[in-house]
């Protein structure tokens, strides 16, 4: 896809969004929406340092957790307009992206990995102990009625959340086709001969991990409107790093539109299955999709299409 | 614009957390703390020496080992429930099953993922999966609800002085402390103990003595599922336990491996012992739910500043 056409699809989507919403009167749609946008961001925000750098993070509920609760305590003081608390959210995320890495990317990627994983163990237990946030008994968050551009405010998280998706895939599509993207690559595939073939590559990694931070802080900001009660056992949910791992993998990790397709796919299989079977099966259902991709299909669906193609010609 | 938002403390629990501990903790109380952390650590042990091997020695990042853990407890649980068994003696009638499960996920993690080269993404993302799917299948088929044994020794006490020492920690921590000792011995004494721990230093060599390094990774990895079932045994004693309660360990373990040193026993039991005395201290002068916190605090600094660990070689 060229450069003009990916902008303009991307506008278009936008445009089209807001026109269907100003369509649609039926609240459920905007939730369920805003729940597949949500996992587009989060999937590609991990797919930025997991897909293109090779270092996977098991930690997306903690720094998505830490934005919703960034949220909740900037609120609590000053009741900021949404965007800002965004920001916010996201500049915290992107500080401890920016200290984990710092720490732990000298490391083999493995390490780096146990280091998310405990983080988010950690970050909970902060969390919990914090009783200006609610503590272990959680926070009860009054969503206002009316959104600051007509219609309900659902409907205009549903927005704001349509535009950080479309603009993270449009940053993850820019990282991939830049110099920062092929040195990213080139750590993936051999770090060691990254290094030596002059790659920053401890620069890169960081850079990488900031980004991601940030976008899964973001992602994480207008939560606490979305749920509307919000506890330290829902914001650390195991179903988002699952799900934010499974869904870069099952798409296809080397590019923009796999998490895309992933986060797509997953979310309406999940939500159908909640549906007819059971909540518990439904995370079976990601868990085995996941193990499944990875052990027969490693590239996804951009993989599994790409060699349809190539064995048609 | 948006409006205020309001919160709300649902339960009233405003107690002041430091009005209960102002005054000077008394000895005993320090002396039991540390003791039972002693004993929790070394419980710990039991749940790290699986990773020790999977990670430290074949270099296999099993971030499933806790799922197999608890599955081990749940195991005992039926054991024990429906035909009486001691648990420990149902932890270890248990070793076989999961040894030849580890031999198998070994053989799938080689074929998927180890043979095709350097893979690391996937592993990892491989055995989370495992750890989730293990996690679940456990809640469809033995429900989300705590689960606990029956023994003699559970709820009773051994007292010296001021000094209280549970059975249901004191003999765990035993049990624990056998296995490592065996395990140790074996590594070291046996010919295939040997192999193992040349695999984990040299594979190329052992390849040209003959011995093949994929099946006797195989082996390893079964030995390493198969404390999981000992460790799951130990913690059913120690606590009632549930399906999720696997994902506490992960941090605490592999914290104990790579504060330990990797590959190095002694270091990881020091290490574990470390770890319980400290989450002993904090939950009992503090407030236990920041335990899960003191892994990290332990495993961060390790990474950044002394990669070594304590006792082991450089990563």
């Known amino acids: ?313 | 614009m948006t409006q205020p938002l309001r919160l709300a403390h649902a339960a009233g629990h405003e107690k002041n957390k430091w009005g209960d501990y102002d005054r000077m903790p008394d000895p005993s109380a320090i002396l039991n703390a540390v003791v039972a952390g002693v004993l929790l650590g070394g419980f710990y042990a039991a749940v790290a020496l699986g990773i020790a091997i999977a990670f430290g020695m074949l270099d296999i990042p099993n971030l499933s080992h806790p799922a197999f853990v608890v599955m081990g407890a749940f195991a005992t649980w039926v054991l024990n429930s429906t035909f009486g068994i001691d648990p420990i003696v149902a932890g270890l009638l248990m070793t076989g099953p999961f040894f030849i499960l580890g031999v198998l996920l070994y053989r799938l993690y080689h074929t998927c993922f180890e043979s095709r080269g350097e893979a690391p993404l996937q592993g990892l993302a491989f055995f989370f999966g495992i750890l989730f799917i293990t996690e679940v299948v456990l809640v469809l088929t033995a429900g989300a609800d705590y689960r606990s044994v029956q023994a003699d020794y559970i709820g009773v006490s051994l007292n010296l002085g001021s000094l209280t020492l549970p059975f249901r920690m004191l003999v765990p921590f035993v049990v624990s402390i056998a296995m490592l000792f065996a395990l140790q011995q074996f590594l070291t004494r046996s010919f295939t103990g040997r192999a193992i721990l040349a695999v984990s230093q040299d594979k190329l060599a052992l390849q040209l003595m003959g011995v093949s390094p994929t099946r006797i990774k195989a082996l390893a990895f079964g030995i390493s599922i198969a404390t999981a079932a000992v460790a799951g045994s130990l913690l059913i004693i120690i606590q009632p336990v549930e399906p999720s309660i696997g994902r506490d360990f992960i941090g605490r373990a592999f914290a104990a491996v790579v504060l330990g040193g990797m590959g190095s026993f002694w270091g990881m039991l020091i290490a574990s012992i470390i770890l319980g005395i400290t989450e002993s201290i904090v939950s009992d002068m503090w407030n236990p739910s920041w335990a899960p916190a003191i892994a990290f605090g332990f495993l961060l600094p390790t990474l950044a500043f002394r990669s070594g660990g304590l006792l082991g070689r450089k990563l």
Not at chain 1, 59 to 74: E, K, N, Q
Not at chain 1, 101 to 127: D, E, N
Not at chain 1, 256 to 262: A, K, Q, T
Not at chain 1, 266 to 285: D, G, K, P, R
Request: net charge positive; charged share 10%; aromatic share 10%.
């Open chain 1, 1 to 313: 896809m060229s450069n003009l056409r990916f902008w303009a699809c991307g506008l278009l989507l936008v445009l089209t969004g807001w026109l269907l919403g100003r369509l649609v009167s039926n609240e459920y749609a905007f939730f369920a929406g805003y729940s597949v946008l949500q996992y587009i961001l989060l999937a590609t925000a991990w797919n930025i340092l997991g897909g293109y750098a090779g270092y996977v993070n098991f930690g997306t509920a903690a720094f998505f957790a830490l934005g919703a609760y960034v949220s909740v305590a900037l609120n609590k003081m000053y009741a900021l307009p949404l965007p800002v608390l965004i920001v916010a959210g996201g500049v915290a995320s992107g500080l401890v992206g920016l200290l984990m890495g710092s720490l732990t990317l000298k490391l083999r990627g493995v390490f780096f990995s146990i280091a998310t994983l405990a983080l988010a163990i950690v970050s909970q237990a902060v969390i919990t102990n914090w009783e200006y946030v609610g503590g272990a008994s959680g926070a009860y968050v009054l969503r206002p009625r009316m959104g600051p551009l007509g219609g309900s405010y659902i409907e205009y998280l549903f927005y704001t959340m349509l535009v950080m998706a479309v603009a993270a895939v449009a940053l993850a599509r820019t990282i991939e086709r830049s110099k920062v993207g092929y040195g990213l690559s080139a750590i993936r595939d051999d770090e060691l001969a990254a290094e030596a073939s002059g790659v920053p590559t401890l620069k890169l990694k960081l850079l990488a991990t900031v980004a991601s931070g940030t976008l899964m802080g973001m992602a994480g900001a207008p939560l606490p409107f979305y749920v509307a009660y919000l506890d330290p056992p829902s914001a650390f949910n195991l179903a988002y790093a699952v799900n934010t791992i499974a869904m870069p993998l099952v798409g296809g990790t080397g590019t923009w539109i796999g998490p895309v397709l992933g986060a797509i796919l997953l979310t309406v299989v999940q939500e159908t299955a909640m549906v007819t079977i059971s909540s518990a099966a439904n995370l079976l259902i990601v868990g085995l999709l996941m193990v499944g991709f990875i052990t027969l299909a490693p590239n996804g669906i951009v993989g599994m299409v790409r060699s349809l193609r190539e064995g048609r010609k």
